[in-house]
């Protein structure tokens, strides 16, 4: 009943409200996403519980990070479950979620069913025995339909967007009280704690998504700015073969990042460039 009734507000704002047009430029991708296990993990034979997904549907196109837990038994299968169900819910309903986006009334309903999606997605999986919060981790994701795009970030890691020559930090890293804590999907408030944006892609941009680990590694939080690395890795995944380029940020990431962190180490770059229609 929720779902019909805010569907129905949706085509009401609509005619209200109309969104932007659609673009008639034409829209070219570039993409790599890459997981790493952290040192900590190797040592102690734990596998990677960062996951990455990547999803293209004509010109709609979904990559979404998941960190698990460290705390929870399965956060791996947790983590992979969640990346995909997400987005598999996006490539369903982008344009009503793009949309509702707009409409105060309906954004916290968006949230819950998001939270929702993920945790009936894992209770198919997960043995009876087994509690949810054994499967818990992060969410992080990015969607771009031509110039439309939205986005979704509960718990740590960051969201950084590259529009020109500098990179901004869209979505900031979100810890608990407690140190090296933060929020899941699993976590009694984490439908408040889910932030959502939508936004026009009007230049060429690059998304990235990255897990707390990556974090550590890309960002310079003394001097609050990207470092050099991430610029590198987007160039590269602009200009050359992709999987020649998953190779090199892999070779990178294993030879320099576990100099700064001992987590998991995910980034998924997502980058867009345009091509105006002469009239």
Not at 15 to 42: C, L
Not at 147 to 174: C, F, Q, R, T, W
Not at 193 to 204: E, I, N, Y
Not at 244 to 268: G, R
Request: charged share 25%; net charge neutral.
């Amino acid at each position: 009943m929720n779902e019909l009734l805010n569907r129905l507000l949706s085509d009401f704002a609509l005619r209200i409200f109309p969104d932007n047009e659609e673009s008639n430029a034409t829209y070219n991708y570039r993409k790599n996403y890459n997981s790493v296990r952290g040192v900590a993990h190797v040592n102690n034979k734990i596998p990677c519980q960062d996951k990455t997904y990547y999803l293209k549907n004509d010109d709609l196109h979904v990559m979404v990070l998941a960190d698990g837990a460290g705390s929870a038994k399965f956060s791996e299968i947790g983590a992979k479950t969640v990346t995909k169900a997400i987005a598999n819910y996006i490539n369903k309903s982008f344009h009503h979620l793009h949309a509702n986006f707009q409409n105060w009334w309906s954004t916290e309903s968006i949230k819950k069913d998001i939270i929702q999606v993920m945790r009936k997605e894992v209770d198919k999986i997960k043995p009876e025995k087994n509690n949810m919060s054994d499967y818990a981790s992060t969410l992080l994701f990015v969607a771009t339909y031509k110039d439309k795009y939205i986005l979704g970030h509960l718990g740590d890691g960051a969201i950084g967007l590259k529009k020109g020559e500098k990179m901004e930090l869209l979505s900031v890293p979100e810890n608990g009280e407690i140190a090296n804590s933060t929020f899941f999907y699993t976590s009694n408030n984490a439908t408040s704690r889910l932030r959502l944006k939508k936004g026009v892609v009007d230049q060429d941009s690059t998304f990235v998504l990255m897990s707390d680990g990556a974090f550590e590694c890309i960002y310079d939080k003394s001097d609050q700015k990207f470092t050099n690395a991430i610029y590198s890795f987007i160039d590269w995944t602009k200009e050359e073969d992709e999987k020649k380029v998953s190779a090199a940020i892999l070779e990178n990431i294993k030879n320099h990042f576990p100099q700064k962190t001992t987590d998991d180490i995910s980034l998924s770059i997502l980058d867009i460039t345009i091509e105006k229609q002469k009239k």
